[in-house]
């Protein structure tokens, strides 16, 4: 219900005008994401069969954008808290209101970041999880094993967090982060093909491009035409969102060399 550019609050939810999302940076309804953010916007949702060069996983999909302040515990809590905020308006008004989350994408993180230093945090994707929203994240493009080194937020503990690390065009993980018990699942992310600033096309590596690519696939799941998840969603949106989780997992490829550094090895 925001109208935009009239510099009203409409929805009442704190952020005036924020149509598209919010920034935390600047505090304001500017969620331009640079190049970086363009580029992982075109992994979720870059349109198909349009005559230009590339596309997304997921080519009817709305993104709401956020730009975070900081990495310490309480800004990315307020972060997540609007994508929170957004999905229990929508759940509790029958769809009135907010708006229909199910997954957010964080192509950011911490290097070696220890869990155990950062509990509120990582307890956050417990409670997004249990509106039902599935938060997927980029790990380190080191070749390290986050089992033993750490990473935030994909070493966090919660069922909620889905961890991606990134592949190339055989299926193989090669420069990035992985861990038999931490990181979840690859997808591609190297030399991939995507949106670039200023309206055109570039191909680009990381697990920054990997995660999105997931986030938009648990989107797309989300879109298939089958009542009962639909009505799931809405009575149950914790449970909805693990049959989600799980299907996606149990759907993915044991494939390149995988097997033994991911959790699932898919």
């Not at 070749?143 to 190339?168: K, Q, Y």
């Not at 018990?181 to 096309?201: M, Q």
């Not at 044991?254 to 033994?260: S, T």
Request: overall charge negative; some cysteine; proline content about 3%.
């Amino acid at each position: 219900h925001e109208i935009a550019g009239n510099g009203i609050d409409d929805d009442e939810n704190g952020y005036v005008d924020d149509v598209y999302g919010w920034n935390f940076n600047n505090n304001s309804n500017d969620v331009d994401g640079g190049n970086h953010g363009v580029r992982v916007a075109g992994m979720i949702g870059a349109v198909g069969n349009n005559a230009n060069q590339g596309t997304g996983i997921n080519w009817d999909v709305k993104i709401m954008n956020m730009r975070r302040s900081g990495v310490d515990e309480a800004e990315v809590i307020a972060f997540y808290s609007y994508a929170l905020d957004q999905r229990e308006r929508y759940t509790n008004s029958a769809g009135a209101e907010g708006s229909f989350v199910v997954a957010t994408n964080s192509s950011w993180g911490i290097n070696g970041g220890d869990p155990d230093s950062a509990p509120l945090w990582c307890g956050f994707y417990d409670t997004m999880g249990e509106a039902g929203i599935l938060s997927c994240g980029a790990t380190t493009n080191g070749n390290n094993n986050v089992d033993v080194v750490g990473d935030l937020p994909t070493a966090c503990p919660s069922e909620f967090m889905v961890s991606v690390t990134a592949t190339d065009d055989n299926d193989n993980r090669t420069f990035s982060g992985f861990g038999a018990t931490t990181i979840d699942v690859g997808a591609p992310g190297d030399d991939v093909y995507t949106t670039s600033f200023g309206g055109n096309y570039t191909t680009t590596t990381g697990t920054s491009f990997a995660s999105p690519l997931t986030a938009g696939i648990i989107a797309l799941m989300y879109s298939a035409p089958c009542n009962n998840l639909a009505s799931l969603a809405m009575a149950d949106p914790q449970l909805a969102a693990e049959q989600v989780r799980d299907a996606l997992f149990e759907g993915a490829e044991l494939v390149g060399n995988l097997e033994g550094d991911l959790l699932y090895g898919r």
